[in-house]
């Protein structure tokens, strides 16, 4: 069996500092308070009988707001997911502009996020839409996804950038 190339991309050690700290902590205290949600909810179901099911609208909140910093974060620590299959197989030129595509393809996604995220949002903003649940506007959930969307588009374009700095 043939042994895989080295993998040359010259990737630094990612490094968490600054502003990233911000992502970090947000992602791990809505990943802590889920676990607390669902903890209680086991709790409180096994001793009482009693489902705390309006707790469903948190937990969905959270994941979204931990899975698009978790995002952000990966793209600025340049922990994305990416094919390395294709990147070690290429010279520096055709990495280079495997990368340019990733950049563009992620900006395409990431704005139609914001964009649609943002229209979703006032729409349920401008209709008083209210959740099962609490009753809450259902706005206040959803508001996250555009918001967190440009986080996630800004982080992913300077990284981008800083890579596409790096001519072959």
Same mark, same amino acid.
């Given at each position: 069996?043939?042994?895989?190339?080295?993998?040359?991309?010259?990737?630094?050690?990612?490094?968490?500092?600054?502003?990233?700290?911000?992502?970090?902590?947000?992602?791990?205290?809505?990943?802590?308070?889920?676990?607390?949600?669902?903890?209680?909810?086991?709790?409180?179901?096994?001793?009482?009988?009693?489902?705390?099911?309006?707790?469903?609208?948190?937990?969905?909140?959270? *994941?979204?707001?931990?899975?698009?910093?978790? $995002?952000? &974060?990966? !793209?600025?620590?340049?922990?994305?997911?990416?094919? +390395? =299959? %294709?990147?070690?197989?290429?010279?520096?030129?055709?990495?280079?502009? *495997?990368?340019?595509?990733?950049?563009?393809? $992620?900006? &395409?996604? !990431?704005?139609?996020?914001?964009?649609?995220?943002? +229209? =979703? %949002?006032?729409?349920?903003?401008?209709?008083?839409?209210?959740?099962?649940?609490?009753?809450?506007?259902?706005?206040?959930?959803?508001?996250?996804?555009?918001?967190?969307?440009?986080?996630?588009?800004?982080? %992913?374009?300077?990284?981008?950038?800083?890579?596409?700095?790096?001519?072959?």
């Amino acid at each position: 069996m043939s042994e895989l190339p080295p993998d040359t991309t010259e990737r630094p050690a990612p490094t968490v500092t600054g502003w990233l700290r911000i992502d970090e902590a947000v992602g791990a205290a809505a990943m802590a308070v889920i676990c607390l949600i669902s903890f209680a909810n086991v709790v409180v179901r096994y001793a009482t009988n009693i489902s705390f099911a309006f707790t469903e609208e948190f937990s969905v909140f959270l *994941l979204v707001v931990m899975t698009m910093t978790g $995002t952000s &974060l990966a !793209f600025a620590t340049d922990n994305h997911i990416r094919i +390395t =299959f %294709a990147l070690t197989r290429f010279g520096p030129k055709v990495r280079w502009i *495997l990368e340019a595509i990733a950049l563009a393809s $992620t900006t &395409l996604v !990431f704005s139609l996020v914001v964009f649609y995220g943002a +229209t =979703f %949002a006032y729409d349920q903003w401008a209709f008083d839409e209210t959740s099962a649940g609490l009753g809450y506007p259902t706005w206040i959930y959803s508001v996250w996804l555009p918001v967190l969307g440009c986080v996630v588009l800004l982080r %992913a374009l300077q990284a981008g950038i800083r890579k596409l700095r790096r001519r072959p």
